[in-house]
């Protein structure tokens, strides 16, 4: 009797146990907080869990507003993107943070919006282990075989949130002492924005595989960025044709972001893996910098452009991986700064420096990079520049000491340069380098290395391994750009590997995760090598000759499954469908080139360009595209003409179709499609930023059908751009 007795209360304390389970479950549930679109938090709590698809528009979803706030969001996922939607029309803020203390956001998913999260005037904010990918992003207008130069974007101001037009994950304005720590952000434009931040942690973030920046910061000054991964965040870049990088980085620092440290952050395959620049301010009254930022311990490898770049500013660059890039260091206008016990290997020039001033250079171990260091300096400044004529800008009083130099063809350049120090250095291979007449006080009696002062690594509780996975995609030919940004491999992609072969023959890699892929239908190619397989593989086919290129191959995917490139879920043996495209329609342009004088007032908008019997023509051209670009205006022999009117009539027959113009200029454009006016842009100051703009309109064309385009260069730089593309 007494073990039925202790069975049957065995049992009822189960019972009691699971009855209170119930109920503390359903008391739990009780207490969950409901998502409404428009709701503003005011008091801790556990958001349900569930799928939203909440739009913003172009306000803001969620307000949270209150002190020592918390707020977790496990299992809730906020979709802001209509159907069909694409990420450059993605509009509206999913949560807004604003004037409070201590509020903490975690475990939030959110993607479809212009930004994820932001926050205004928030000290001690805390944002944890939240995934805000898949938000905006432009889509690009460059290709593989040519850059666009719209593409390229401007962050030299952000006092009235200029950054904004481009979104983020995250954006940050006046927030004090933040921690932002195990998020994600992928997919998207840019990651982590913070302008007037001041002493925060931001630290075990994955922000890789955006078409901007990874993280950027603007009069953010004491932060500590340390064990973050920001790999492949890169804009304007094609193998073997051009690298331009249209300012993407890894990391940015602008406008007087000083006494921050960078420690242990992985920035491969981005635009520059670390841009530093010290700002207007600096630039107009020669005071401040982005000085006393200590980058230490990072992977800033395989950039387009640069590794680092650092002007204007004193630095600390101090035990980094630099490989494969154009530029390892960049460091124009750098003064008072160090770079020690770097590692470069394989890039064009290791360490370049113009107008550099008492800096150091030791301890570095350069290998195979084609020339690893040039120090030089012009023989005037712009005219424009406070800086240049409130500091002192020479290229002079530089230490190279302790260096091990192996396999360059060229060791150091130097001109214009005084006061060169080269003191137990390591040359391993031919011992060839350049200093010209113009190189003063070269000397290599010897140098006594300064005191370094020691550097305590941040503590953060168990911190990520950012490197992990890096050799598996290491060289700048991994760098896969579609026209949203950095091919991530996780789907399948066909991949022309000859864009500007002029041949006949088109080559393929085919790529993405494991599975097979079967060819479906194509247009314009025949004489395939292949029809199926699986991946990896390889792809040839024969261009059919035609003046119209119009170039389609259509395959399908099945296999292990992946994320699309708009982040949606590739399930296991799901059929995905993927697909080459080519197009370009040639039209029989004829262009004239006038002379202009900007106080002639053509460039009224009341006026055309009709009548230019008035104007010096300078030349006239034929060809198939309108793809021009200018620096300082114009050239025709021996004379320089930095305004100029671009007067350009065509013709040309198209199949019945949708189509898409886009349109690239710089500084005005009006075009004209029989007869009609379908752009008008002649007012160039309602464009503010330093970038060339771009406009896409939609026709229905068929058949034969004429082109006017009038474009006008006033100053600077000079671009006229046009491309179809059909929409099917």
Not at 300 to 307: D, E, L, Q, R
Not at 331 to 349: A, C, L, P, T, V
Not at 375 to 397: F, I, N, V
Not at 690 to 711: A, M, Y
Request: proline fraction near 3%; charged fraction near 25%.
């Amino acid at each position: 009797m007494q073990y039925i007795v202790a069975s049957k209360g065995k049992k009822m304390n189960k019972l009691i146990a699971l009855i209170i389970a119930v109920f503390s479950l359903l008391q739990t549930r009780a207490q969950e907080i409901r998502l409404l679109a428009g709701m503003k938090f005011t008091e801790s709590g556990k958001i349900r869990a569930g799928h939203y698809s909440l739009p913003a528009g172009r306000d803001t979803l969620f307000i949270a507003e209150g002190d020592n706030l918390v707020l977790d969001f496990s299992g809730v996922i906020l979709s802001g993107a209509g159907k069909g939607q694409l990420p450059d029309a993605f509009s509206g803020v999913a949560l807004l943070i604003r004037n409070a203390v201590n509020v903490t956001i975690r475990n939030l998913k959110a993607g479809g919006y212009k930004i994820a999260l932001m926050a205004r005037n928030v000290k001690g904010l805390k944002i944890e282990h939240c995934d805000f990918s898949y938000n905006y992003r432009q889509r690009l207008n460059s290709t593989q075989e040519r850059e666009d130069l719209s593409d390229w974007m401007s962050y030299h101001q952000n006092e009235k949130d200029e950054w904004l037009r481009y979104g983020a994950g995250i954006y940050l304005r006046d927030c004090e002492e933040a921690v932002i720590s195990g998020n994600r952000v992928t997919g998207g434009q840019n990651g982590l924005m913070m302008t007037r931040c001041n002493n925060g942690r931001v630290y075990n973030n994955d922000f890789s595989f955006n078409s901007g920046i990874g993280i950027g910061i603007y009069r953010s000054s004491g932060n500590q960025f340390c064990y973050n991964r920001l790999n492949f965040n890169v804009r304007g870049y094609s193998h073997g044709v051009y690298n331009r990088g249209q300012d993407s980085a890894g990391f940015l620092v602008y406008e007087q972001s000083s006494n921050n440290i960078f420690y242990r952050n992985s920035a491969t395959h981005s635009g520059d893996g670390f841009f530093l620049w010290a700002g207007q301010t600096t630039m107009d009254s020669g005071q401040g910098g982005c000085n006393d930022n200590e980058i230490r311990e990072n992977d800033f490898s395989y950039a387009p452009t640069n590794g680092v770049e650092v002007t204007f500013s004193r630095v600390k660059v101090i035990r980094n991986r630099i490989y494969g890039c154009d530029h390892g260091i960049w460091g124009g206008y750098s003064f008072d700064s160090e770079f020690r016990d770097n590692k470069f290997r394989d890039n064009r020039i290791a360490v370049a420096i113009e107008h550099g001033v008492h800096n150091r250079i030791g301890y570095n171990l350069f290998s195979r990079d084609r020339e690893a260091i040039r120090l030089w300096a012009r023989k005037e400044q712009p005219a424009d520049w406070g800086y240049a004529r409130l500091r002192d800008t020479r290229s002079a009083d530089y230490a190279i000491y302790k260096n091990s130099f192996n396999h360059h063809e060229r060791v150091f350049s130097f001109s214009l340069t005084d006061s060169i120090r080269l003191a137990d250095n390591s040359i391993s291979g031919p011992n060839r380098w350049k200093a010209d007449s113009t190189v003063t006080a070269l000397d290599s009696s010897g140098f006594t290395e300064p005191d370094t002062t020691l550097f305590i690594p941040p503590s953060v509780p168990v911190p990520a391994d950012p490197f992990a996975g890096n050799a598996r995609l290491a060289g700048r030919d991994k760098i896969l750009m579609t026209l949203w940004g950095p091919y991530d491999y996780r789907y399948p992609l066909i991949w022309n590997t000859n864009p500007v072969d002029t041949s006949d023959l088109l080559q393929f890699d085919l790529l993405g995760p494991a599975g097979s892929w079967r060819i479906k239908n194509y247009r314009g190619v025949e004489a395939l090598s292949v029809s199926r397989g699986v991946f990896p593989a390889k792809l040839t086919a024969r261009k059919i000759k035609s003046a119209l290129t119009d170039i389609l191959i259509e395959l399908e995917y099945a296999g292990k499954g992946g994320v699309g490139p708009f982040g949606q879920k590739i399930a296991a043996g799901e059929k995905f469908p993927f697909r080459f495209r080519k197009f370009f329609q040639p039209v029989n342009w004829e262009l004239d080139f006038y002379a202009y004088d900007s106080l002639s007032g053509l460039m009224d908008p009341k006026r055309t360009l009709a009548s230019l019997d008035s104007l010096l023509l300078l030349k006239t051209e034929k060809t198939d595209r309108l793809k021009y670009a200018w620096w300082g205006g114009i050239r025709v022999g021996q004379r320089q003409y930095p305004q100029f009117i671009t007067m350009a009539r065509g013709a040309a027959d198209f199949k019945q179709g949708t189509y898409e113009l886009s349109v690239t200029w710089d500084d005005a454009v009006r075009i004209w499609l029989d007869g009609e006016l379908i752009l008008d842009e002649w007012e160039p100051a309602k464009y503010k930023f330093d970038e060339s703009p771009n406009r896409k309109i939609v026709l229905q064309l068929n058949g034969n059908h004429n082109f006017r385009v009038e474009h006008v260069e006033l100053k600077g730089f000079a671009a006229l751009s046009l491309d179809f593309r059909i929409m099917d």
